[in-house]
């Protein structure tokens, strides 16, 4: 069964570091998502990305997030200025259909730990 | 998006069938319920996903009466490693983001 696949599983950075989280989504999927699980609580949104722009972002993804998808697989997070706060678990998802469906390919996640 | 409400966790023992039912009082017209399953430290999981009536797949079944104002996923004969969260999610498709709850934490017993 295709999957989403994320890259690095963990990642400690200093406060303050850029990191960039990557993800290759399932080849013929059109809509990307990332999403982050601090320990404990909730799955929360943070963007979602078609036709190479943002659809819709949460108020979490502040100016000190980005997403790109530099080429035709990756589909890559980036936090300009890590923060403490920022540690969690970051996933990201894609769909093949219009977000009707609601079908979502999760990956395993990369668990972001800022010291 | 209408708002859901499940229980908060759930015990069970292995052979069991386990029922999750999922509260949706304000659930509009256009809206589908969706089921997740997330073991600790993956991401969410698709399960199932229903309009109406009864919906059944090789892992569960997903049944929602006339009035879809809840909504019920049946796991049949559970295992050891059915043991992990499940999300209701309702919602028309209308946004591009899915709003996770927070979701009900099933514990199967040997």
């Known amino acids: 069964e295709p999957e989403v696949t994320q890259t690095p599983s963990h990642q400690v950075t200093q406060m303050g570091q850029e990191v960039i989280l990557r993800c290759v989504p399932i080849?013929?999927?059109?809509?990307f998502y990332w999403y982050r699980q601090i320990l404990g609580q909730k799955v929360e949104f943070l963007v979602s990305f078609y036709n190479n722009e943002i659809s819709e972002k949460s108020e979490i993804f502040d100016d000190q997030f980005s997403v790109e998808r530099p080429d035709g697989s990756n589909f890559t997070l980036k936090i300009r200025s890590t923060k403490l706060e920022d540690s969690a678990m970051y996933f990201c998802?894609?769909?093949?259909?219009?977000?009707?469906?609601?079908?979502?390919?999760f990956g395993s996640g990369t668990q972001l730990s800022v010291l | 998006l209408a708002k859901t409400t499940q229980p908060i966790s759930m015990d069970s023992y292995e052979g069991q069938e386990v029922n999750i039912t999922c509260s949706h009082n304000?659930?509009?017209?256009?809206?589908?319920i969706t089921w997740y399953q997330q073991f600790p430290s993956q991401g969410p999981r698709f399960i199932i996903q229903?309009?109406?009536t009864k919906v059944t797949n090789e892992v569960a079944s997903l049944f929602i009466p006339a009035d879809r104002k809840s909504s019920t996923l049946s796991l049949p004969r559970v295992s050891l490693s059915d043991t992990a969260v499940y999300y209701c999610l309702v919602g028309d498709g209308s946004s591009y983001k899915l709003i996770f709850g927070s979701g009900t934490r099933l514990l199967v017993r040997p």
């Open positions: 304000n659930i509009a017209t256009n809206d589908y």
């Open positions: 229903g309009y109406k």
């Open positions: 080849s013929n999927h059109l809509y």
């Open positions: 998802a894609s769909s093949d259909e219009s977000p009707t469906n609601e079908k979502l390919f």
